[in-house]
């Protein structure tokens, strides 16, 4: 069992529970005790505080990714490295110049849309060399830019 968090620490973290107490979530007063039977790993990145993170939740994908946003105007997609055991940080190489607010994936996980301090909405997905790369954006009076590079 595992989750994630993001807060005013600038910090991301991936919470596991700990095997030695296997039904914690079963019992609230086990629960309400503290966070001692969880483990979490810290993935260092924003520099201000965490708007939103959400977890691909694709069972066919081949690792475990997270996005994460903010007020530092980024977003950050994180994916596990099974091989170094570590979180690896992709940065999205856009400039928002607004804070990140929200942070969501498609269903099948193909792409992750972002809204931002502007009042729009912008559409990422991933590239052959692992990048993520925009294609649309839903402006805040509802029409839809379509960007030329990934439409030819």
């Not at 079963?26 to 790993?41: P, V």
């Not at 996005?67 to 928002?96: H, M, Q, R, T, Y």
């Amino acid at each position: 069992m595992r989750f994630v968090t993001g807060g005013c620490d600038n910090l991301v973290k991936v919470w596991i529970l700990s095997s030695s107490q296997p039904n914690i979530m079963n019992s609230c007063e086990e629960y309400d005790s503290g966070m001692k039977n969880f483990k979490y790993t810290e993935l260092v990145g924003h520099s201000d505080w965490i708007r939103d993170v959400a977890w691909l939740n694709y069972v066919g994908y081949a690792y475990d990714t997270i996005a994460s946003c903010g007020e530092d105007e980024s977003v950050f997609i994180w994916k596990f490295d099974k091989l170094d055991n570590k979180w690896k940080n992709i940065p999205l190489k856009k400039k928002f110049n607004n804070p990140t607010w929200k942070v969501s994936w498609s269903y099948c996980g193909s792409y992750l849309a972002v809204s931002a301090g502007d009042n729009c909405i912008y559409l990422f997905t991933e590239n052959s060399q692992d990048e993520w790369e925009e294609f649309s954006q839903i402006n805040q009076d509802g029409s839809v830019e379509q960007l030329n590079e990934l439409n030819n």
